[in-house]
């Protein structure tokens, strides 16, 4: 009896092998048919590399994360669309005192959080006293990495390593009228809140989903709250639900002050892996992704796709601690600029697009000089410059990470190689040196004990203090001792009130730099956006700014 | 049989202590730390062992270690310092894909490899046979990866019949009480959601399933070769049952028992996670979680995850002995 049952069994199972199989030979397919629909007004799938961290935008600094918080949450200010200017979001102008030390934010009215609580000052002033009041784990500079960017410290900073903060107090004048006073005069402030980070969420949201509550217990930062799973903002989006691993939706903010959002839903997919991504949208089950891989742009344009190019927002350098011998020989620092052919190394390894840099902060920015002192490509002037240093026999140890790549060097041993051939044609002898990206090169390169060193920056914010007040503002061992006037020049500029003053200063430390020659800036790399057809309004943005409010599907 | 059972669940502990251990050297052996992962390029010194602080991974390995395991005994795996969630979690909402996906896998590899092992070796040099062979060779070397890529190319893309990623339609919006999403449709009555989360699964489970599909078919096809020259199967054929009766209950059963153990294992593996299978189909299993720990150095979710699939692997092999039990009656006086 129990052979009849058990052989039964087996032939089940077998007939769901076969099953199995003629599924795959036979089904027609609802599921991977375009979701559009083919209406303006439909669902957008937005294949994404992975899940956000958590929707609290005070928390995060990770793409993703912050992708969804632009739809979902507004600013003060914003980037205008596809460029780095700062325009009004939720504050419709602002105005900075004489001294420089307060800022007054005259607000939209008529706007409404996602939860129907009103946005106003009280609103705004409490979003920026919750950040200042953060303790704990909050002020790990992983938690609120972007706040100390712009504003530093805390009210009470609980690490020594933190600076003096910038805030001071934020003042609701009238309903409308938002007064944030500084501790100093700061320029980048303004540029630094059009960061997703200064989001204004709803008070009364923050407060419910306890989103403050970070603990659980001393040693692993814990969200406890249920706000970031949650979010309440004012924007064109609001959260809908979020599935981790299978997919997060918003949906369209009826109430949305402006104009509202075309979509009627966006979802975002995680799919890791770039090549998965590219077949799901040729499969039509995303209509759009970001990080194409420059390899695939070509065939996915022949395929009819569109690639949207988003402008460079970050530099590839040659680092060098300019206290170390030969380095410290400015000639020498003229002929490895003069070596490098840094136009072929673009043609080899970087995709089409990408731009010699001529300077450490990309063209996009203001203070970006068009007057800097150039090298060209030039082994003559090379190895002549070389025999003018009175350095024999000259050597360079010259050090590029592995097993990474960064958007700025999609492949530093690539580079390496390129650069080394140059390096050594016109006379010079190249030691090189690897090693892992984490922490050893970082850490190496951070130290100034990699003397000649591969590195980049990928721009946060729009300001040039982001790229150039970064690495030259205050002296770092990565870089050795630089002209005191070029730390000077930095730290004026970055507190000048006035903007075109501001760009001057800049394109004079660009100058100054440049002329001194810390390092050899070689590229400003772009990145790729892809959409399906039927897929319009999508504006790629050099801060990733990009916000679906206007983009439509059809077809 | 239920002394047998015990032991083997006692036996459970020497081997998860050991394996602990060794899981938390392992991954303290990794290179670089989750505090370069956690604060990345812009990491000073300090703001590095500020981490480490906090994150008391600056405590002797002992005591990290006795903190760690008091902990797990009370069912808390810890948090994951890159997603910020409890390890337990993350694992809770994990697994059902695996298992989703081992079964498919599982099912595909038994029912063509059994009836096609079979078939080759009843009829040893006919094409059946032949091509059993060729398949499975190509079958054990093809990289999964690739495989994946190609069965999505023509299957998805091209014919776009099936769909090439993740666990269901990102616009079917459907309700998920137990996390297995073919289940839930039937749970939800929403049938539509089940056939929706099966097709997803077909792609990877054919993928995923390539390997164990080949060792099946060869292991069956030997050991069915073996049995069917056993005195016992020739004397049946010689009073005269028919070969399909003989093929059914003298051969197949008897040849079961290897192929049982080649089972067992395989399900054991595929329930560990298939990393590569669900990189390239963007399911998100325990493979790809644990993949992506590797590389963020995510102390917390490597040491829970690899300890819980080491229980989940251990377990697996015992339901196979225990199906020895019942398969071969011998083994339960033994």
Redesign the interface.
């Known amino acids: 009896m129990r ?1 009849h049952l ?2 039964r069994g ?1 032939v089940a ?6 099953m ?2 003629t ?10 048919g375009a ?1 559009g629909d083919g209406e303006a007004g439909g ?1 957008l ?1 937005f294949g994404a590399s992975a899940d956000p ?2 929707l609290d935008p005070a928390y995060v600094s990770d793409g993703e994360s912050l992708r969804v918080i632009r739809q979902v949450f507004e600013g003060l200010v914003t980037t205008e669309e596809g460029g780095t200017e700062v325009v009004p979001a939720l504050a419709e102008e602002w105005e900075n005192s004489e001294d420089g030390l307060e800022w007054t934010f005259s607000l939209r009215d008529g706007v409404t959080f996602h939860d129907g609580e009103p946005f106003d000052a009280e609103a705004v002033c409490a979003n920026f006293d919750r950040w200042y009041g953060f303790t704990g ?1 909050q002020q ?3 938690v609120s ?1 972007y706040y100390q960017t712009v504003f530093g410290g805390y009210e009470n900073n609980e ?1 020594e ?1 933190l600076s003096d903060p910038l805030y001071e107090s934020c003042t609701a004048q009238d309903e409308t009228t938002a007064v944030i006073r500084l501790t100093s005069p700061s320029a980048s402030f303004l540029t630094g809140l059009t960061l997703p980070s200064f989001s204004i969420a709803s008070p009364k949201a923050l407060e419910e989903g306890n989103a403050d509550q970070v603990s ?1 217990n ?6 406890e709250g249920t706000f970031g799973q949650e979010p309440v903002g004012t924007g064109p989006f609001e959260f809908e ?1 979020w ?5 997060l ?1 918003l949906s369209r903010f009826e109430d949305y002050w402006g104009e509202p959002a075309k979509l009627e ?1 966006l ?1 975002f ?5 770039g ?2 991504r590219a ?2 949208l ?5 209509q759009a992704y970001d990080g194409v891989d420059p390899a695939d742009v070509e065939r996915l344009r022949g395929e009819g796709f569109e690639i949207l190019e988003r402008p460079a927002f970050n530099v590839g350098y040659i680092g060098f601690n300019v206290d170390v011998a030969p380095l410290d020989n400015l000639q020498i620092r003229q002929a490895i600029a003069h070596a490098i052919n840094r136009e072929a190394l673009l043609q080899a390894n970087y995709p089409e697009g990408s731009e010699v840099a001529t300077q450490f902060m990309p063209p996009e920015l203001f203070g970006h000089a068009d007057d800097v002192p150039t090298y060209d490509y030039d082994p003559d002037r090379a190895r002549q410059l070389i025999a003018e240093s009175g350095v024999s026999n000259p050597t360079l140890d010259f050090w590029y990470p592995t097993d990474v790549t960064r958007p700025y060097m999609p492949d530093p041993a690539a580079n390496f190689q390129a650069m080394q051939a140059d390096l050594e044609a016109v006379g010079f002898t190249v030691n090189p040196n690897s090693a ?5 090169y ?2 190496a390169a ?1 130290a100034g004990s990699a003397p000649v060193h591969l590195l980049g920056w990928n721009g946060d914010f729009a300001d040039p203090d982001n790229f150039v007040g970064t690495f030259f503002r205050t002296k770092q061992p990565a870089w050795g001792t630089l002209p005191d006037e070029i730390y000077t020049q930095l730290e004026e500029a970055r507190t000048e009130a006035d903007l075109d003053r501001r760009a001057e200063l800049y394109q004079a430390a660009n100058r100054a730099i440049m002329e001194f020659l810390p390092g050899v800036p070689y590229v400003h790399n772009k990145s790729f956006l892809v959409t399906a057809e039927g897929v319009s309004g999508l504006v790629p943005s050099p801060v990733s700014n990009e916000v679906f409010q206007n983009v439509t599907v059809s077809g | 049989m239920l002394r047998f059972a015990v032991r083997r669940l006692l036996l459970l502990v020497p081997i998860l202590l050991g394996l602990s251990v060794l899981v938390f050297l392992f991954v303290r052996a990794l ?3 989750p505090e ?13 062992a ?2 480490r602080e ?3 991974l600056n405590r002797p390995l002992p005591q990290q270690y006795l903190t760690y395991m008091g902990n797990v005994l009370q069912g808390d795996l ?2 994951s ?4 969630q ?1 390890v337990r979690d993350e694992i809770a ?2 697994f059902p ?1 695996t298992i989703e996906l081992a079964t ?1 896998a599982v ?6 490899g ?2 096609l092992g079979f078939v080759a070796a009843r009829r040893p040099g006919s094409w059946v046979d032949n091509a059993s062979t060729v398949g499975s060779l190509l079958g054990i070397s093809i990289p999964v990866f690739a495989l994946g ?1 190609l069965l ?2 023509v ?3 091209k014919l ?14 459907a309700d ?1 009480p137990t996390g297995f999403y073919v289940l839930d449709g039937l749970l939800t009555g929403n049938p539509s959601a089940s056939w ?1 989360a ?3 699964l ?2 990877p ?2 993928a995923l399933g390539t390997i164990p599909l080949a060792f099946i078919t060869r292991i069956t096809r030997a050991a069915v070769l073996e049995v069917s020259n056993e005195d016992y199967v020739r004397t049946a054929e010689a009073k005269g049952l028919e070969r399909s009766v003989v093929s ?2 003298h051969v ?2 008897n040849a079961m028992l290897p192929v049982t153990t080649v089972i067992g294992l395989q399900t054991g593996l595929l329930l560990s996670g298939a990393v590569l299978t669900e ?4 399911f ?1 299993g325990m493979g ?1 979680f644990l993949a ?1 720990a590797v590389f963020d150095r995510d102390y ?1 979710v490597l040491q829970g995850g690899v300890l819980f699939l080491a229980v989940v692997f251990v377990l697996v092999n015992l339901l196979v002995d225990l199906a020895y039990g019942v398969i071969d009656p011998r083994v339960r006086t033994r």
Request: aromatic share 8%; with cysteine; glycine share 12%.
């Open positions: 052979m058990r052989r087996l199972v077998g007939l769901a092998g076969v199995a199989l599924a795959c030979g036979g089904s027609d397919d609802s599921g991977t979701s669902t799938v961290v958590t784990l790990s500079s992983s990495y690490s390593d659980g001393a040693d692993e930062p814990r969200f639900s599935e981790v691993g299978n997919r939706v839903r979802v997919r995680p799919i890791a892996e090549p998965a077949q799901a040729q499969a039509g089950e995303i892992p990206w984490r922490p050893d970082l850490a951070q | 290179p670089g730390g370069t992962a956690l604060l990345g390029e812009r990491a000073t010194p300090e703001r590095l500020e981490v906090t994150y008391g810890g948090v310092p890159t997603t910020r409890p909402r994990r894909a498919t099912v595909f590899a038994v029912g063509v059994i009836p890529y999505k190319y299957f998805a893309v776009g019949w099936l769909p090439s990623s993740g666990r269901e339609s990102p616009t079917s919006f998920h929706d099966l097709k997803h077909v792609l489970g054919i059914r209950r197949l059963r990189s390239v189909f963007a998100n790809s992506s917390a």
